[in-house]
């Protein structure tokens, strides 16, 4: 049997077995982490296995024994540590009596342990977000745009892989630290996401959590790695929008947009410290990457006094830069916002709407599309799409905000 048969064999007893799996061992355990980890253990088990012996006859009853013992064994382990953190280490050190090497943060040092170039980076990303970051497969999922089921089995293959290629994961070493530096700051800049605008409806609409570990792991990369200029524009970023963190959520629980915040409330040192980190990284003369032009945007953002003052010509000109070097359907709906306070909210829908094959599935495009829709006067169609974005928003606080502005067109 080859190992593309195999593949087949997986994916198919995947997509028949994998929820089956993990609500059996649910109710057994009683703990969702531990039924995910343990099938997706299952599954990387088949693909060392099941070449060499064979498709079984009941993959499906296979794969519940092998991740029932593989949760068995979890449970064990979790009764001898005191957090996930130690089991991950233990999972992907290869030996714990080995130097630290480069990088002296645990947590850190196990982010670029499983940001193996030998990954995908997709791979890469949503499996350290996985393991290291704690987001669950949800949560990941909606950060790729992606379904759930997909984003499990793209974390199946990825922990199969490394099974079945035997990935050796050890400290990195100083020189390996540029090569998987754009995987962790991505994971970073997700994590940070996460903790900005939550996407779950049964967690805190903002995260705070969540954004200061990123931000204390983006420090800690800076400083092992200085030259790094999306580094430092990706610590510029997320530092120009934890400066308005709260401003962001009203005393009723209502997203604030940023055109309706209290400036004043905004931290001021950590605008001065972003602000900083953007003009050292325009004196450089060095093209900027992505992380280093959505720091640049927000500078402008936070420069003014007033939304008035908002010097939109520079931010539509920034995002122009974006585009040319990320064209994700998510980077041109943020420009479309931008064009709708430069050229009208009519040039911005026709941009809009272009997106839809792309975007139908987020949120975002249907209360950017709503908003720019009620401006035009068209309510009717405004209220569908408000009502479309409810529906697929997680965060209660963005929720209640769109059920506001849809119930205020009549």
């Known amino acids: 049997m080859t190992v593309t048969d195999v593949e087949e064999a997986i994916t198919r007893a995947h997509q028949e077995e994998w929820a089956r799996v993990v609500a059996a061992l649910t109710r057994r355990y009683g703990d969702l982490d531990i ?39 979890r449970i064990r382990r979790e009764n001898k540590r005191d957090d996930k953190q130690r089991e991950a280490q233990r999972m992907y050190d290869d030996s714990s009596t ?21 990954l995908a980076m997709e791979a890469r990303v949503a499996l350290t977000l996985r393991m290291v970051g704690g987001l669950t ?44 530096v754009s995987g962790v700051l991505a994971v970073l800049y997700l994590v940070f996401n996460e903790g900005y605008l939550a996407t779950g409806p049964d967690s805190e609409p903002v995260r705070h959590a969540l954004t200061a570990e990123a931000i204390r792991l983006t420090r800690l990369i800076r400083a092992l790695i200085p030259d790094d200029g999306e580094a430092a524009g990706l610590l510029a970023l997320m530092l120009l929008i934890e400066a308005r963190r709260t401003a962001r959520v009203s005393a009723t629980g209502e997203l604030v947009t940023l055109d309706q915040q209290d400036r004043g409330a905004w931290d001021q040192a950590m605008i001065a410290e972003g602000h900083g980190l953007v003009r ?49 359907p998510i980077v041109g709906l943020n420009r479309a916002i931008a064009v709708a306070e430069l050229d009208g909210p009519e040039v911005a829908l026709a941009t809009v709407d272009r997106l839809e094959d792309r975007l ?39 929720t209640a905000y769109l059920e506001r502005r849809r119930d205020q067109l009549g």
């Open 35 to 73: 039924a995910e980890e343990a099938a997706a253990e299952a599954f990387a088990t088949a693909v060392e296995r099941w070449p060499a012996e064979g498709v079984p006859p009941n993959p499906g009853a296979w794969l519940t024994v092998t991740a029932s013992r593989k949760a068995l064994d």
């Open 98 to 118: 080995e130097p630290l090497g480069a990088i002296d943060d645990d947590r850190l040092r196990l982010i670029f342990t499983c940001c193996h170039p030998a």
């Open 137 to 180: 497969v949800p949560e990941i999922a909606r950060a790729f745009l992606v379904q759930e089921t997909t984003m499990g089995q793209r974390i199946t293959r990825a922990k199969a892989k490394i099974a079945a290629a035997r990935i050796p994961y050890r400290v990195p070493s100083a020189e390996d630290l540029p090569g998987r």
């Open 280 to 328: 050292e990284r325009l004196a450089s003369g060095i093209a900027p990457g992505p992380y280093q032009i959505l720091a640049a945007i927000n500078a402008v953002h936070t420069s003014a006094r007033d939304v008035r003052d908002t010097d939109w010509t520079q931010v539509v000109a920034l995002y122009d830069q974006l585009v040319a070097i990320d064209p994700s």
């Open 360 to 398: 139908s599935g987020y949120h975002a495009y249907h209360a950017a599309r709503a908003d720019l829709l009620r401006r035009l006067g068209r309510s009717q169609e405004s209220r569908a799409a408000y009502s479309r974005a409810i529906e697929l928003a997680g965060n209660t606080a963005e």
